[in-house]
């Protein structure tokens, strides 16, 4: 993969990849930015929420568990202190859909977040990850994903 970034002023880049669509990158003013598009920490956690996303509805369709509506939201923990790297990342699916059991998302979310999401596993294993979901209305109890280590073996 390569990846091309195009200064455009202040602390605005345009970006784009080998899918060659661009994509605009900002900082917040506290950094001399202006706040004009997300910033690369934006960025990366989207990425991750993006790439588990894909992996749950992958892994529900080989299930032939289907749903009706899917929103995955992502809260994401920082550092107080430079370099205010990722701490933790928690990861919530609502997911609706006749007849899905619970246990198929939470196994789906496991399973991305443990050996299939090429982003989140990509990130420093001292980054904790929780997952929860709600289906079709119901929360379920968060859990800590467990990371493999021999996949960074």
């Known amino acids: 993969m390569k990846v091309v970034l195009r200064h455009t002023g202040q602390m605005a880049f345009l970006a784009k990849a080998d899918s060659n669509h661009w994509l605009p990158l900002d900082a917040g003013p506290v950094s001399g930015g202006t706040n004009g598009a997300n910033s690369p920490i934006e960025l990366l956690v989207l990425a991750a929420g993006g790439c588990v996303s894909m992996d749950i509805v992958f892994i529900l369709g080989k299930g032939h568990h289907e749903f009706t509506k899917f929103d995955?939201?992502?809260?994401?923990?920082?550092?107080?202190?430079?370099?205010?790297?990722?701490?933790?990342?928690?990861?919530?699916?609502?997911?609706?859909?006749?007849?899905?059991?619970?246990?198929?998302?939470?196994?789906?979310?496991?399973?991305?977040?443990?050996?299939?999401?090429?982003?989140?596993?990509?990130?420093?294993?001292?980054?904790?990850?929780?997952?929860?979901?709600?289906?079709?209305?119901?929360?379920?109890?968060?859990?800590?994903?467990?990371?493999?280590?021999?996949?960074?073996?």
């Open 72 to 153: 995955m939201e992502l809260e994401a923990t920082r550092a107080e202190t430079h370099p205010r790297r990722l701490t933790s990342l928690h990861f919530h699916a609502q997911i609706e859909g006749h007849n899905l059991p619970e246990e198929a998302v939470m196994k789906a979310m496991t399973l991305s977040l443990t050996k299939y999401c090429s982003v989140s596993l990509s990130l420093d294993r001292s980054i904790v990850f929780h997952a929860s979901c709600t289906v079709n209305g119901v929360p379920h109890e968060a859990w800590t994903i467990e990371r493999n280590a021999a996949i960074y073996e």
